[in-house]
C-alpha cells in the first residue's frame, strides 16, 4: 500500500479557472499526513516536471506519485516510473475544468470566486485519488515457464500463411492436418479472385508454392493424418495431445492458432432451386471441381452447356416457406451444449452437434465474387458459351469493385438484378423465374446448367475443434448465439477467442477471401506470438495488455458458490471437487468480472479491489439535504468506452452537472454489489453504470461484462425495493466509445430525474 504520496498538480491543466497554489494548499492542509510533497508545474508533462518527480522519487521521499491534471489517457508513457513505484493520476481538465457547469447552466468565469459546487467536485477528486493509491499495491506477478511453441490447427491456405509467419519470427510451429495432404480447400480450386493488381482476373492459388515453403522450413513441424484429442493447460504451458495412426504424443504449446477452415453445408436447404431434383443444378464446390478436373459439363448428359446461371442469392425466394436457403457466407447453426446428466459435474458440459441450418437474410461478399469468378471460367473454357449472373445484392467492396467492372465490361457475361422466385426444366433447359428486376418486372431465363451457392459452415460449429480439457467443456462458448463461429470482439479484437491463448483465422472466423485470410493468418499468428511473450513475464494480453496485476483469492472465506467460475467469460477459473475455485494466471485478462461475481468480496487485485472502490465513494462529500449543496450521482464509468467518451465530450465543449462524481472502473463486470449499497448508505441520489454496448452486436472489450452487470442490477433492484428506495435510483446505460455527443445529456436526464423522485431517503443518516 500506498505510505508517502507525492501530489503533483499540472498548472496548465486546471488553468486558469483553478488556482494551483490553492489545491496545494488544500492537499496539505487536509491530506498532509499521507502526502509528504505536494508540488505544482507549469506542465507536469515537460522534460523539468517529469525531472521534478524522478528527483523525489530517487530522493526516496515518496513510493506513489499523483498526477492531478490530464486524463490518464494522455501522456501514458511520459509517466513511467518503473515497476517499484505505484503511479495514478486525477483528471481535473476533462473531469472538472472542461466538463463543469454551475447548476443554472452557464459557464463558469476565470477570475471570479470559485463556485461552490466546483471548489466541492474538485476536493472529492483529490481525496479520491489520495485513497486510491492508500489502497493500491504494487502487483507482483507469477512468472510461469513458458513454452514458446505454436501450435497451427489446419493446414489449408490459412494455416501454411500463419505458420510461415510464426516461424519468420523465429518461433517453433507444429501444423497439424487431419486429412492426408497440406493445401485444404485452397487445393481443390481452379483458380481464386485477384490478389495483386491490377486487380481484373481470377489467378492461381499459389497453394502448391506455400506447401513447398512449409515443407523446406526446418522451425515448422508438419503432422498429417493427425487430429487434436485434448488440449489442457493455459497460455504458454499447453499440453496438447495428438493422435495420428492410433498413437497419441503430448507436445508442450505456448499457443495456437485456429486455422481449421470450412465445410459445405447440407444441400437439403437448397432444394427450392431445383437442387437434388434436377441434375443440370449444382452447388458452386462441385462447379469448381469440374473446372478443376478440366471440363464444363453438364451432369445429365456429359455435355457442354451453352448457357450457365449462377444465383448469387437464395435466401428471398420462397418467401412462403420459413426456411429459405442461405448464402455462401452462411454457416449451419452451431453446436449447444448438451444438458448435464446426474454425475456429470467433473467432466463439464457435453458438445452436441446441431446440423440444422440457420437460415441468414442476407448475402456476402464471397457469393458475389465466386459468381464473378466462375462467370469468367464459362468464358475461358467455352468460346460459345454465355454466362449469367442473377443477383438481387452484388457485393464488391473495396478493389474487387475493379474484378466486378471487368466481368461487366465482358461481352459474355450477363449481369442481372433480380429476386430468384423459382428453379422448373422443361425438356432440357431450366427455366429460372425472379421478379424485381432492375426495370421492376418479372422475367424468366433459360439455362442448361445452373450454379447455386455453397454454405460454408466453419469447423467449429460441428466440432469442439480445440478439445480443451476446461471446465466450461471443450468447445468455445455460445458457438449457437455466432452461427458456429467462434466468438470474438470483432471490432476491437477480431482474431481473439473467448480462449485466452486461441486465436481464430480464416473462415473458420469469419467468412472472407483467400486475399483477407492471408492476412488474418498474419495477424492471428502476431496475436498468438504476443501471447507467449505476455505469459513469459506475467502480465496481461488484450485488452489490458501488459498489466501485471492478477485477482487474488482469500481461499479461506471462499463459500464455493461457484459464481466467479460460472461468470468468468473466459474460463479462467477451474473448480475442484468441491467448487474452490482453480486460478489459471496465463487465462486472466484482468477484467473483474469474478470480483464483481463475489458475494463475499474475497477477490481482489492488488492495484484493483472492492475496499478500493468502496473507500473512494466514502471520500465523497455528501450534502445533508440537497438544498445544501445539491443532489450526488456516482458514476462507475468503464475504462474502455465509457470513460474515453466521457474525456472527449469535454475537449469537445460539452458539460454536464455539477453534481456528479465519475470512478472509473475495468468493467462494468467488475462492479460489485457492495458498491451501490456504499453509494446509497452514504446518501448518494443516484448511480450511474456506464459500460460498453451488450447483445448481439457487443462492443465490450471483455465479451461479457456489461451484460452481467445487467444481470446483477436486476438483483440489486429488488435489494433496493426492499429497502424501500426506488430501483430507478440505479440504471445501466450502454455506451458506445463514438458516443460522447451523448453523453452529457444523459447524465443531465438523469440528474432530473433524481431530482424528480427527490432525496435519497438514507441521506442525512
Known amino acids: ?413 450477363m449481369l442481372t438484378k433480380g429476386t430468384v422466385t423459382g428453379v422448373t426444366e422443361e425438356g432440357i433447359s431450366l427455366v429460372i423465374a425472379a421478379k424485381d428486376t432492375l426495370l421492376g418486372g418479372d422475367v424468366t431465363l433459360a439455362a442448361d446448367l445452373i450454379v447455386v451457392p455453397t454454405g460454408l459452415v466453419p469447423a467449429t460449429a460441428l466440432d469442439p475443434t480445440i478439445n480443451l480439457l476446461y471446465r466450461q467443456g471443450p468447445a468455445f462458448p455460445d458457438l449457437q448465439l455466432f452461427d458456429g463461429f467462434a466468438d470474438s470482439n470483432y471490432i476491437c479484437f477480431p482474431y481473439e477467442t473467448r480462449r485466452t491463448g486461441i486465436y481464430a483465422a480464416g473462415c473458420v472466423r469469419q467468412p472472407m477471401t483467400m486475399a483477407q485470410a492471408r492476412d488474418d493468418a498474419a495477424g492471428a499468428a502476431l496475436k498468438a506470438i504476443q501471447c507467449i511473450e505476455s505469459a513469459s513475464r506475467g502480465v496481461a494480453v488484450h485488452p489490458r495488455s501488459g498489466d501485471l496485476s492478477y485477482p487474488v483469492f482469500n481461499f479461506v472465506r471462499c463459500t464455493q458458490c461457484k459464481r466467479c467460475t460460472e461468470e468468468c467469460p473466459f474460463g479462467a477459473l477451474d473448480d475442484d471437487e468441491k467448487g474452490t475455485p482453480k486460478p489459471n494466471p496465463t487465462r486472466c485478462r484482468r477484467c473483474g468480472t469474478c470480483m464483481g461475481a463475489c458475494p463475499e468480496r474475497v477477490i481482489s487485485f492488488d492495484n484493483y479491489n472492492v475496499d478500493m472502490i468502496g473507500s473512494m465513494i466514502r471520500e465523497c462529500e455528501i450534502p445533508p439535504k440537497i438544498e445544501d449543496g445539491g443532489p450526488r450521482v456516482l458514476i462507475l464509468a468503464c475504462e474502455n468506452d465509457a470513460y474515453p467518451a466521457l474525456d472527449m465530450a469535454a475537449l469537445r465543449g460539452r458539460k454536464w452537472s455539477p453534481y456528479v462524481r465519475i470512478i472509473p472502473v475495468r468493467c462494468l463486470g467488475s462492479v460489485n454489489a457492495i458498491w451501490v449499497a456504499d453509494a446509497m448508505s452514504k446518501g448518494v441520489d443516484g448511480v450511474m453504470m456506464l459500460g460498453c454496448k451488450y447483445g448481439d452486436d457487443y462492443q465490450c472489450h471483455f465479451v461479457k461484462g456489461s451484460e452481467i452487470c445487467n444481470r446483477r442490477k436486476e438483483n440489486i433492484a429488488e435489494s433496493l425495493k426492499r429497502l424501500g428506495v426506488e430501483p430507478e435510483r440505479v440504471e445501466q446505460y450502454q455506451v458506445a466509445i463514438d458516443e460522447y455527443d451523448k453523453i452529457p445529456d444523459m447524465i443531465d436526464q438523469f440528474m432530473d430525474m433524481v431530482l424528480k423522485i427527490g432525496p435519497n431517503p438514507f441521506k442525512g443518516y
Open 1 to 413: 500500500m500506498a505510505e508517502k504520496i507525492g501530489v503533483y498538480i499540472d498548472e496548465s491543466s486546471i488553468a486558469p479557472l483553478l488556482s494551483a497554489e490553492e489545491l496545494v494548499a488544500f492537499v496539505k492542509a487536509k491530506l498532509a499526513g499521507a502526502c509528504p510533497i505536494v508540488k505544482s508545474h507549469k506542465r507536469l508533462s515537460s522534460d523539468a516536471g517529469v525531472a521534478m518527480i524522478k528527483a523525489d522519487i530517487a530522493g526516496g521521499e515518496i513510493d506513489a506519485v499523483l498526477l492531478c491534471g490530464t486524463s490518464p489517457r494522455v501522456d501514458w508513457e511520459v509517466f513511467d516510473f518503473g515497476d517499484k513505484i505505484l503511479v495514478d493520476r486525477v483528471n481535473l481538465r476533462e473531469f472538472v475544468v472542461l466538463g463543469y457547469k454551475n447548476p443554472d447552466g452557464s459557464a463558469p468565469v476565470a477570475g471570479q470566486p470559485i463556485p461552490r459546487e466546483l471548489e466541492s467536485m474538485v476536493r472529492d477528486y483529490l481525496r479520491m485519488g489520495v485513497v486510491k493509491l492508500q489502497k493500491m499495491a504494487i502487483p507482483n506477478p507469477e512468472v510461469p515457464e513458458t513454452v514458446k511453441t505454436i501450435l497451427v490447427l489446419g493446414g489449408g491456405w490459412t494455416g501454411l500463411n500463419a505458420a510461415l509467419a510464426a516461424a519468420g519470427a523465429g518461433y517453433e510451429v507444429v501444423l497439424v492436418e487431419k486429412e492426408a495432404a497440406l493445401g485444404g480447400k485452397a487445393a481443390g480450386l481452379y483458380k481464386t479472385f485477384p490478389l495483386n493488381y491490377p486487380y481484373l482476373e481470377a489467378t492461381e492459388t499459389g497453394v502448391d508454392r506455400l506447401i513447398g515453403l512449409v515443407a523446406g522450413n526446418g522451425k515448422i513441424r508438419v503432422c498429417l493424418s493427425t487430429t487434436l484429442k485434448l488440449l489442457a493447460g493455459a497460455p504458454g504451458q499447453y499440453a496438447a495431445t495428438l493422435v495420428a495412426g492410433g498413437k497419441e504424443e503430448t507436445l508442450p504449446i505456448g499457443s495456437v492458432v485456429l486455422a481449421a477452415g470450412w465445410t459445405a453445408m447440407d444441400t437439403e436447404v437448397l432444394a427450392p432451386y431445383g437442387y437434388g431434383k434436377f441434375k443440370n443444378v449444382v452447388t458452386s464446390a462441385e462447379f469448381e471441381a469440374m473446372v478443376k478436373a478440366g471440363a464444363i459439363k453438364r451432369p445429365s448428359d456429359g455435355k457442354a452447356p451453352k448457357t450457365v446461371a449462377f444465383l448469387v442469392d437464395v435466401t428471398k425466394a420462397m418467401e412462403s416457406k420459413p426456411a429459405a436457403p442461405v448464402d455462401e457466407a452462411a454457416p449451419a447453426e452451431a453446436a449447444k451444449p448438451a444438458e448435464k446428466k446426474e454425475g456429470e459435474e467433473a467432466e463439464g458440459p457435453v458438445f452436441t452437434q446441431i446440423k440444422t441450418p440457420k437460415h441468414l437474410a442476407y448475402s456476402s461478399e464471397l457469393t458475389s465474387l465466386v459468381a464473378l469468378k466462375q462467370a469468367n471460367y464459362v468464358r475461358e473454357k467455352l468460346d460459345d458459351a454465355v454466362a449469367m449472373i442473377i443477383y438481387d445484392t452484388m457485393m464488391v467492396p473495396g478493389i474487387n469493385e475493379r474484378y466486378y467492372r471487368a466481368a461487366q465490361d465482358n461481352p459474355g457475361i
